[in-house]
């Protein structure tokens, strides 16, 4: 495998700066906090950190909403904190990766206000402005995925203006080609900095149709179909012309060599393929979502699988995402016992795993009083279990007030502090804690675990079996989807490398095997 590759063997894990470590008892995680926990990080042995955005915002959207792509917002610290964070990433071999944010800004930015100012200022095209339909309102009936129409009204111009998301986010206009070479200018801002690449935010939304033709109804939606998804996507999402934005984007990562472009991509499984590109390269890791979205059974896990990899083009690289920002936190809804499989599920797996600050130590879903509400997504499409804050809530550090996360009040509401923090689970060898570190430091030791070939078993029984094979070297990798013991028949011996209940490695075994309830098995196999 090519050296500069790296992002092929690294184990990504996304912090948002929010919700990791306050330093100045605002509620708030910060730069400085973050900067403390770098040691904590260092001993999981995650090898990449993708930050959420620490830009300059009103942090209407997590983030989402930058003023200054090229600032740190005081609330998280100032550049120089920024560059000394960096530099200790790197020092102990971390790499880190950035949100890049290309479809919309805030309201606020600048450029919004000049563009908003006239319709002869010099960026009076760098949004997406429209005229009134003939009677007067929105052009179409395209949907902000945050509800409502996708067009607001500007009484200056006397014009309405496009949002993707938030009314205060305004979608860039990416057919403007000033407006693609000032964001390629943000992305080599931060590069020259030395960042290791970005996480590509929204990015199957870049371009709209521009004959701004109207979106089908969703056929397949009910009454349980929050509004915006009511219509299908069609002219607002995955334009031939957005693959050609993408590829501009790579090609400005390709200026820098040995960097990462991984995007947050949209829509069914089957269309993640295209996001890679041919000729022209595009993402090297579109975000894969299928075992977040998976039904949890071993044979669907296996179907889900297959169809993932079969969908992507021969030679491209893999991804596993088990959680993030915008995702429930898969703990609450598999249970602990099952948190162990999918640990050594996804870091066992073929291709770049992600999982988000705290997945590690199992959290859950944490309840969140309506009077607590943040996330603009609830406010807005409330009551169809779409808010993102009880995946969003800080993390419990310690048995201290606040779970050593901050000294004030903390932004969202914390969980069951006393059931589950970093501190507690740390001083148990065999906690979840451990066992992920115990995998990632595996994967790391164990190039087969990175590089080798795939190779799926026939799953039986409740039990998920493959092999990851590379030359001579084999190694079969079981996991018990069932509450109760299950037998896996098969001959032959090898050495057992890791159990998931981290009390019975480093043994020979023979087959067939005798798997505990909720237990997985890392073997590797005689020769
Ligand atoms: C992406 C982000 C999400 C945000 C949206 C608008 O989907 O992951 O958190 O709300 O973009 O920027």
């Known amino acids: 495998m090519n050296n500069s590759q790296w992002w092929k063997r690294a184990v990504i894990y996304e912090i948002a700066a929010v919700s990791f470590q306050d330093s100045n008892g605002d509620g708030k995680g910060d730069l400085p ?26 942090f209407l959207d997590l983030g989402y909403d930058i003023v200054d792509f090229c600032s740190v917002d005081p ?8 560059d000394q964070i960096l530099t200790e990433l790197h020092n102990n071999n971390i790499h880190l990766i950035l949100d890049f944010v290309p479809n919309h800004t805030s309201d606020r930015h600048a450029w919004f206000g000049e563009s908003r ?9 760098w949004y997406i402005w429209a005229d009134p339909a003939p009677n007067g309102g929105p052009p179409n009936n395209w949907l902000s995925r945050f509800g409502g129409s996708a067009w607001e009204w500007d009484e200056g111009r006397r014009q309405y203006y496009y949002h993707s998301f938030l009314v205060q986010q305004p979608d860039l206009n990416w057919r403007c080609a000033e407006v693609r070479a000032a964001m390629f200018d943000v992305m080599r801002f931060w590069l020259r900095r030395g960042v290791d690449g970005f996480r590509v935010d929204a990015s199957a939304v870049l371009i709209k149709d521009d004959l701004l033709r109207d979106n089908p109804k969703n056929q397949r939606g009910g009454k349980n179909t929050p509004p915006p998804e009511r219509l299908k996507p069609v002219f607002t999402d995955d334009r031939p012309e957005t693959m050609d934005s993408i590829e501009n984007i790579r090609a400005v990562i390709d200026e820098f060599g040995d ?3 991984a ?15 041919n000729d022209r390269p595009r993402f090297h890791l579109p975000l894969n979502f299928a075992l977040i979205d998976s039904e949890w059974d071993a044979l669907s896990l296996q179907a889900m699988i297959d169809a993932y990899l079969n969908a992507i083009p021969q030679g491209a690289w893999p991804d596993w995402i088990i959680g993030g920002h915008d995702k429930k936190r898969i703990a609450s809804q598999i249970g602990q016992p099952q948190a162990r499989i999918l640990a050594m599920l996804f870091l066992t797996l073929k291709g770049t795993p992600f999982f988000f600050a705290g997945d590690e130590i199992g959290m859950e879903q944490v309840a969140i009083p309506d009077e607590r509400v943040r996330d603009p997504f609830e406010k807005l499409v409330g009551g169809y279990g779409l808010n993102r804050d009880p995946e969003r809530s800080p ?9 050593g996360f901050s000294s004030g009040e903390p932004w969202l509401p914390m969980g069951d502090i006393a059931v589950r923090n970093v501190e507690m689970l740390k001083a148990d060898e065999r906690s979840l804690l451990w066992l992920y570190r115990r995998l990632i430091g595996l994967r790391h030791q164990e190039t087969i675990l990175s590089e080798g070939a795939y190779e799926p078993l026939r799953s039986r029984n409740d039990v998920l079996a493959y092999k990851r094979v590379q030359g001579q070297d084999e190694m079969l990798v079981l996991l018990n989807l069932a509450h109760e013991p299950r037998q896996w028949e098969w001959q032959g011996n090898g050495t057992l490398l890791l159990s998931t209940h981290l009390d019975r490695d480093e043994q020979p075994l023979e087959g067939p095997t005798l798997l505990r309830s909720d237990e997985g098995l890392i073997i590797r196999l005689a020769q």
Not at 35 to 43: L, T
């Open 117 to 125: 100012s006239s319709r002869s200022n010099p960026r009076h095209d």
């Open 263 to 277: 995007g947050e991509v949209q829509g069914e499984i089957t269309r993640i393929g295209h996001f890679y590109g």
């Open 259 to 261: 960097r990462v472009l």
């Open 395 to 403: 993390m419990p550090w310690d048995h201290s007030s606040n779970g």
């Open 75 to 82: 609330t998280f610290g100032t550049l120089d904190d920024f």
């Open 33 to 58: 906090g973050l900067k403390r926990r770098i040691e904590y990080i260092r001993w999981l042995g995650v090898d990449t950190v993708w930050l959420t955005p620490i830009f300059r915002s009103p």
